[in-house]
């Protein structure tokens, strides 16, 4: 049996194998693209594989982080144009709507720093918080729904894709728990 050399790492693999099976990488003769890093569905069988896959997901999971800074950001933004559009019409009404906006930001950026330990569960409590909003948003006044739909969409999408990048990250680090055995603990 032909057997192929990882460029990566060394290791022989069977010809016509896609990836290798020491570091997880793709080897080239199966990818015209060259090399890629194989996350969540293979996990590679040496420890400087897994840690080549863990770095890529590490990357992913840090979406989550971003994403709520991001979101936190938009709130500041909106607090302060909001307020400064109230507060000629209703002084009263733009103090509360900058101290809640101001408020969600402060919670945003605690979940982003959250996110940097935990992707998984900050990203969760990120997209519920804003769907809560959204809604509540949406009982007060029914045609909010209309006004900014694209960034709303487009903010729900974004924590989405971190709750996303959250669960390939647990199930990368479940599975590397698994594959290290109880002497690991």
């Given at each position: 049996?032909?057997?192929?050399?990882?460029?990566?790492?060394?290791?022989?693999?069977?010809?016509?194998?896609?990836?290798?099976?020491?570091?997880?990488?793709?080897?080239?003769?199966?990818?015209?693209?060259?090399?890629?890093?194989?996350?969540?569905?293979?996990?590679?069988?040496?420890?400087?594989?897994?840690?080549?896959?863990?770095?890529?997901?590490?990357?992913?999971a840090?979406?989550?982080?971003i994403?709520?800074?991001?979101?936190?950001?938009?709130?500041?933004?909106?607090?302060?144009?909001?307020?400064?559009?109230?507060?000629?019409?209703?002084?009263?009404?733009?103090?509360?709507?900058?101290?809640?906006?101001?408020?969600?930001?402060?919670?945003?950026?605690?979940?982003?720093?959250?996110?940097?330990?935990?992707?998984l569960?900050?990203?969760?409590?990120?997209?519920?918080l804003?769907?809560s909003?959204?809604?509540?948003?949406l009982?007060?006044?029914?045609?909010?729904?209309?006004?900014?739909?694209?960034?709303?969409?487009?903010?729900?999408?974004?924590?989405?894709?971190?709750?996303?990048?959250?669960?390939?990250?647990?199930?990368?680090?479940?599975?590397?728990?698994?594959?290290?055995?109880?002497?690991?603990?």
């Open positions: 049996m032909a057997m192929a050399k990882c460029p990566h790492c060394g290791a022989e693999n069977a010809e016509g194998s896609a990836f290798c099976a020491g570091c997880g990488k793709a080897l080239p003769s199966a990818t015209p693209t060259g090399p890629r890093v194989v996350t969540g569905e293979a996990m590679a069988a040496t420890s400087a594989g897994r840690s080549v896959q863990e770095d890529q997901l590490r990357k992913q840090k979406q989550a982080c994403a709520l800074f991001a979101v936190a950001v938009l709130q500041v933004l909106a607090a302060l144009l909001l307020s400064s559009v109230l507060r000629e019409s209703n002084p009263r009404a733009a103090s509360v709507v900058l101290a809640v906006l101001l408020v969600l930001a402060a919670i945003y950026t605690g979940l982003g720093f959250w996110a940097r330990v935990n992707p569960p900050a990203a969760i409590v990120g997209l519920v804003y769907v909003l959204v809604v509540l948003d009982v007060a006044d029914p045609s909010s729904l209309a006004r900014g739909w694209l960034i709303k969409l487009l903010i729900v999408i974004v924590l989405a894709k971190a709750v996303e990048a959250g669960v390939k990250y647990r199930q990368f680090k479940a599975q590397a728990g698994q594959s290290a055995g109880p002497a690991a603990s």
